[in-house]
């Protein structure tokens, strides 16, 4: 069963508007939330993150928000550009070993996000 | 450039040949992971290693086999067991620590036919 998941396969937003790319979660115990994001034939590229412990996270154009009590994330995107389009994928960090900080990454199915000129 | 170096970019194997795929990184990290990616879906975790001369077996390990005798190289061997081979792998890696985002490579394209 999928831990991560992402539930719109696509977004299409037009330029300058706001794009919210939502993803939800079922494991409580996961520490941090990550956004990549992706373009075809090349791997993944960080974005932004977010600890459990906090509700949101602001870098410049981006914004992840946290709702724990919902196991739901959401990145936003404002404004919007055309050089976003790519698909984005939320992921989840799971810790492997709490003795030396070792972990890995769960991601869900992902978002491809059209952004119209 | 620190980054992590993934080689060939595509390649292709007939079925019932073992395959093996390079990962180089020079960012110093401990732990190295390869994921594979199929079309519509999320990455999934074949192999993870936190330290040199160990690894776990990820979600989907059947079919892979790893080694981890240097730091810098995490090599991914594709069996002639594995199923459905033919896939986008993507091999990353990252700094212990809570929240260290992976790095990831460009990844290989491996057709098997």
């Known amino acids: 069963d999928q831990q991560v998941k992402q539930n719109s396969p696509s977004l299409s937003v037009q330029e300058g508007r706001i794009s919210i790319l939502n993803c939800d979660y079922t494991n409580s115990m996961f520490d941090y939330f990550l956004w990549y994001k992706k373009y075809p034939a090349e791997g993944p590229t960080f974005l932004i993150s977010?600890?459990?412990?906090?509700d949101k996270n602001e870098d410049g154009r981006f914004t992840v928000f946290l709702n724990k009590s919902a196991k739901h994330l959401s990145l936003h995107i404002v404004p919007s550009q055309p050089g976003d389009s790519a698909v984005y994928f939320c992921?989840?960090?799971?810790?492997?070993?709490?003795?030396?900080?070792?972990?890995?990454?769960?991601f869900g199915s992902g978002t491809r996000l059209l952004v119209r000129p | 450039d620190g980054g992590i170096t993934q080689s060939p970019k595509y390649l292709f194997r007939k079925e019932g040949q073992n395959v093996t795929l390079s990962c180089e990184q020079n960012?110093?990290?401990?732990?190295m992971y390869w994921y594979r990616q199929d079309p519509g879906q999320g990455l999934r975790l074949i192999y993870y290693s936190q330290i040199v001369n160990d690894f776990q077996k990820g979600d989907i390990a059947e079919g892979y086999s790893v080694s981890r005798e240097k730091k810098e190289s995490f090599p991914l061997t594709v069996t002639s067991a594995q199923k459905n081979p033919t896939a986008f792998y993507l091999c990353a890696s990252t700094s212990k620590g809570p929240g260290s985002p992976l790095h990831f490579g460009n990844g290989t394209r491996l057709t098997v036919t």
């Open positions: 960012l110093n990290h401990d732990a």
């Open positions: 977010i600890s459990s412990i906090k």
């Open positions: 992921a989840a960090s799971e810790y492997v070993s709490r003795g030396d900080s070792s972990y890995k990454l769960i």
